[in-house]
């Protein structure tokens, strides 16, 4: 075949784009975009900075429609990005899978809307948000109620009469919020006090009750909180 008559039918084979369809498309992705990014920022756990990294998903989501859009309406352009994706590096290490999944989702999303596959590719989004939502819900009461965690409390002060007494309030702070207190380690070295508790929540609030009673009763005692079954292994 002549390179003449492949350009001819190559030709052929694009097709118009509607520019109405497009705007649509880039609105409607708009909003998915910004929903990803929202769920990133409120229910993402990596411990990279979410909110500059979100700002990314928008980009991703809008560029995929345009190249879907743009490359689904000729066969020469198809074959072009194959090409052209073939000499392109992403340098940006991914350090967290969390990360990759909320990319390919806006990726999902992109290409969805480049097809013009509007309906199907906004319900699946929502429904995959809402499920993710449910999901860290419950993982997070799995892990945080009913499991042994450590509190580390300290209290550095200059008035020696101010820790008298000290661990009875711990203690009785334990109790309300707590199952089951195990008391591991209790140091007094001049005016400091070091109390570790090994203890089990009642609920996914008492974490936060305890820092606050604590708190308004010695405001110069600090709270360590510390989940050993989710440090790395060495």
Known sequence: MEINELSTMLAGNQASISISNL?????IGLLLSIAIRWHFVKFGSTLSNREEFAQVFPFILMTTILIITVVKSSIALSLGLVGALSIVRF??????????????????????????????????????LVFM????????????VGKKLFIAIDMNSEQGTEQEGFLDF???????????????????????????????????KSLSKIISEIKS??????????????????
């Open 217 to 234: 009763q010695h405001p110069s005692a600090g709270v360590t909180f510390l989940d050993q079954n989710n440090l790395p292994s060495v």
């Open 23 to 27: 705007l649509l498309s880039l609105a």
């Open 91 to 128: 340098r940006t290490p991914i350090k967290e899978p969390e990360e990759l999944a909320y990319l390919f989702i806006s990726i999902a999303a992109g290409l969805g809307l480049g097809a013009n596959q509007i309906i199907p590719t906004f319900l699946s989004v929502i429904v995959i």
């Open 133 to 144: 939502v449910l999901l860290n819900y419950k993982w997070r009461n799995i892990n945080h």
């Open 170 to 204: 711990t203690n009785g702070v334990m109790d309300r919020y707590t199952k089951t207190p195990d008391l591991r380690r209790y140091d007094i070295r001049d005016d400091f006090i070091e109390i570790l508790y090994l203890v089990s929540f009642i609920d996914d």
